[in-house]
């Protein structure tokens, strides 16, 4: 399996084969928008995010985020370039400033083009 990264930011793509065959499987497989978190909900540290971009979607920019209860982001997780393909990234709920944050109520908002995806995450440590 080859990573892939999505846009410099930590957060990684993944394609069958090796290189050769990577691009022949990104344009073969398409992924629906979507947004998901692996772990426990509540969360007692850091959980795994990921998001798929379909093709027709992909070139656009787009913003993935964590924001708290009064709408203010935290975070930002992913931002940039969309490119095709799904995609993971490690959230360590920590603010841009790379503060611990507190427990609590978390929103992942995924925003390309005119969609919003969001999800909520509750904090607990």
């Not at 892939?4 to 930590?10: A, E, P, V």
């Not at 998901?36 to 913003?63: F, H, T």
């Not at 944050?101 to 995806?117: E, I, K």
Request: aromatic share 8%.
């Amino acid at each position: 399996m080859t990573l892939q990264t999505c846009c410099g930011q930590g957060c990684y793509g993944t394609s069958p084969g090796g290189p050769a065959n990577a691009r022949a499987a990104r344009e073969e497989r398409d992924y629906p928008l979507e947004l998901g978190s692996e772990g426990p909900n509540p969360a007692k540290g850091d959980i795994r995010v990921s998001w798929s971009i379909p093709r027709a979607q992909a070139g656009g920019p787009y913003d993935l985020g964590l924001f708290d209860v009064a709408g203010r982001r935290v975070s930002i997780v992913s931002s940039g370039v969309a490119k095709a393909g799904k995609f993971t990234h490690q959230l360590s709920f920590r603010s841009q400033s790379g503060r611990q944050l507190p427990n609590g109520v978390f929103f992942l908002r995924l925003r390309l083009g005119d969609a919003v995806l969001k999800r909520t995450i509750v904090l607990v440590r």
